[in-house]
Each structure stands twice: as C-alpha cells, then as structure tokens.
C-alpha cells in the first residue's frame, strides 16, 4: 500500500519567502507528526496531531511555523518569512492507532528545504 | 522532559566486526524505545521496538538491541556487520502514557568498510 507521502521532495526559495509543505499520510493513521532534521542536529521535534485533538506544538521553533491536519488527513507545515536557518530536511510521519504506543512511526521521505 | 543521547557520532567498521551503538535516555516513567535506521537515500524504518517484556529485542537484519533499566539504555548489536548496514541509525524514546510525542537521538553515522 501507499506510505506517507511529502511534497515537493525539494524547495529552494529566497530569504524571506513563504513555503508551504505537504504531507498525505497513511490512509487511516490518527497520528501525524512533524520532524526536522538538520545536519548534525538529528531529529528535531516540530508538532504532533492526533485525531481531533489539539496539535502539540510544542516543537516549533518560533511564530513564523505553522501547521494545520484538514479533515484528519492531509497536513500542511507553513514556514513564513523564511531564514536561512531554515534550511533543512523536513520529514513526515504517521502511526495507525489511537494511542499510538504499539505502532511504529511510518516516516515519507522528506521534503528538502533550502533558503538562499 | 524526555531525552536522548548517542554518545557514538561516526563509527568506522570493517566487515564482519561486531557492532554495538550507544544510546541512553532521559525519562522518570515507563518508556517505549525504538531503533530507526536510513539507508543512504532512503527514509528512515523501523529496526525495531521495546514496549515491554523480554528486554532482549530483535528486529531486522539480525539487529538486537538491549533494555537496561537500570542503566536507562538501549544499545543496538550486531555480531557481524555487513556492507549494506552502512547507513544512519537513531535511538528513540517515547512515554509510555500522555504525552505520544517521539523524541529521537542526534544519531550515529555508521560506515562499514569492505
């Protein structure tokens, strides 16, 4: 079956710019999560959505990232006014059950993000 | 809050030497524990997972990985590497209750060399 999709699997854009990611997980999955993962960093936690709770955002990293889950499935992570810091691999994951404790992470494969 | 360390951040192998990647982590309660590996190219999977039980767990590719609780770790062996495990592993650790949020080690850069 289908894994988690991410869209575009590459962004270059200016300084400054707005970007928008797209992510489409596992048909099913209650819980979808956002990571970011730099060089050298690992994997940096942004938000967690989990059926019609509210997110966790407890990850982004200032004001300018934003993230919405329409209708329990598709998300979008919004980054305004983008900074070179930016820049970094942006990775996608969702878990099939409510709890999700018993179900492993299922991760797409990263949208590459570079601010220039 | 949670955390995680792999104190390991660029292991340099040989073929059919045997493995093991460090990783200890942070957390007063019960916690779940994941072994995640990308291959170059690819997305990061699941190697394998300890919820509870036997603390020995074995997973793909004849990876196991051991739960101490005393020691809060959860190294990742292998007693003969091959080529092919060349990749970057992460440790990562989850509570048991509450919070579902995954926190994952820097990771470790293994490269096996023929």
């Known amino acids: 079956g289908a894994g988690v999709s991410q869209s575009p699997s590459n962004k270059v854009t200016e300084k400054g710019k707005d970007v928008e990611l797209r992510c489409d997980p596992i048909s099913g999955h209650t819980a979808l999560y956002w990571y970011r993962q730099s060089l050298g960093q690992g994997l940096e936690f942004l938000i967690y959505f989990q059926g019609n709770s509210a997110p966790d955002k407890s990850g982004l990293p200032s004001d300018r990232f934003s993230a919405e889950r329409t209708g329990g499935s598709v998300s979008t992570l919004t980054i305004q006014r983008t900074q070179q810091e930016d820049s970094a691999v942006y990775l996608c994951?969702?878990?099939?059950?409510?709890?999700?404790?018993?179900?492993?992470?299922?991760f797409g494969n990263g949208t590459r993000l570079t601010v220039t | 809050a949670q955390s995680v360390s792999q104190h390991n951040h660029h292991v340099i192998l040989s073929e059919a030497a045997s493995l093991e990647l460090g990783c200890n982590y942070s957390?007063?309660?019960?916690?779940?524990l994941f072994w995640y590996v990308q291959y170059p190219g690819q997305h990061l999977q699941l190697l394998l997972k300890?919820?509870?039980?036997?603390?020995l767990v074995k997973g793909i590719k004849g990876f196991e990985a051991e739960f101490i609780k005393s020691k809060f770790s959860f190294n990742l062996r292998k007693p003969s590497v091959q080529w092919s495990d060349t990749a970057e592993y992460f440790c990562?650790?989850?509570?048991?209750?509450?919070?579902?949020?995954?926190?994952f080690g820097t990771g470790t850069r293994l490269t096996i060399i023929p």
């Open positions: 957390y007063g309660g019960t916690v779940n």
């Open positions: 994951a969702s878990s099939s059950n409510g709890q999700g404790r018993n179900s492993p992470l299922h």
């Open positions: 990562a650790v989850r509570s048991n209750f509450g919070n579902e949020k995954l926190t």
């Open positions: 300890y919820f509870s039980g036997d603390p």
